[in-house]
């Protein structure tokens, strides 16, 4: 499936534009059109006082902005790995690089070369995945048009937009603007501190770390997006949102979870 593994576009979104303190537990689908809504993945999230929980079906990822950290979890193993993204880079690089030295211990002359290659733009893309994205474009026009059709999608009313970048349509997306930006919650340092793993892990398109793409967000409630792929449409969807106080033991780690290396949870390994 073609949708992102751990964090999905929508919530992207969702974090710019929703009143944290308040707190909110949001469920919705992501799916590609030319694989259909019956393959969706659901997932829910959790948000509250700066802390985002991602709950997937294999995976449960919770972005704390207050301590800067973040918590990978796998239900299935009851195991967890917790730390900045500076630490989760350099294990999934270590990572990496055992898997290349292992290689190249058995692989032939006439191969080693292409597999450090292969490896080394692998490990380069850790700390600056833009730069081997292949998708950003040296100069760009970013256009955010309001366009006049409006949508109820999970009980409220939405705005569609359009999203062009050099006048090729990348996006259309559903925003409520009844619900409103907090001040309280800091949309620019979640892109400062967890943007390289968002990009990492192909949950960001270019374009959306643009400043004009994040004033936009906060515009209102992202409820409904289309990100158009070259072939085929990523869809991701709030399907219920619901407005309520979170306890606090719903952010923590299981106690009966181990702490392991990331690599010990089948992160760091060539797909």
């Not at 995945?129 to 006049?148: A, D, H, M, R, V």
């Not at 770390?209 to 792929?229: C, D, M, Q, R, V």
């Not at 990331?262 to 992160?267: D, F, K, N, R, S």
Request: no cysteine; net charge negative.
């Amino acid at each position: 499936m073609k949708t992102q593994k751990y964090i999905l576009l929508l919530v992207v979104g969702i974090i710019l534009s929703v009143n944290v303190n308040a707190g909110w537990v949001i469920t919705q689908q992501s799916y590609d059109s030319d694989e259909g809504v019956e393959t969706a993945l659901i997932e829910t999230v959790y948000l509250q006082d700066g802390v985002m929980k991602v709950v997937q079906a294999d995976m449960i990822t919770t972005f704390d902005l207050n301590k800067e950290t973040m918590t990978i979890m796998s239900p299935s193993k009851k195991v967890f790995w917790t730390g900045d993204v500076a630490a989760y880079k350099v294990e999934i690089k270590n990572a990496m690089q055992s898997a290349m030295d292992e290689q190249l211990a058995n692989a032939a002359d006439a191969q080693k070369e292409m597999i450090r290659k292969m490896y080394q733009g692998m490990m380069e893309s850790i700390d600056d995945p833009s730069k081997f994205s292949g998708e950003e474009p040296e100069e760009y026009n970013l256009q955010i048009e309001k366009t006049g059709d409006r949508d109820r999608i999970a009980g409220r009313m939405a705005t569609k937009y359009k999203i062009s970048v050099n006048g090729s349509l990348k996006e259309e997306a559903w925003l409520s603007e009844s619900d409103r930006a907090n001040a309280e919650f800091d949309s620019e340092k979640f892109h400062l501190v967890f943007g390289d793993f968002i990009s990492q892990a192909g949950t960001m398109a270019f374009y959306q770390a643009n400043e004009k793409y994040i004033e936009f967000s906060k515009k209102g409630f992202p409820l409904k997006s289309i990100n158009y792929n070259g072939g085929y449409e990523s869809i991701s969807e709030v399907t219920n949102l619901e407005k309520e106080s979170i306890d606090i033991s719903e952010f923590e780690v299981p106690v009966e979870y181990k702490k392991v290396r990331l690599v010990e949870m089948g992160l760091g390994e060539r797909e």
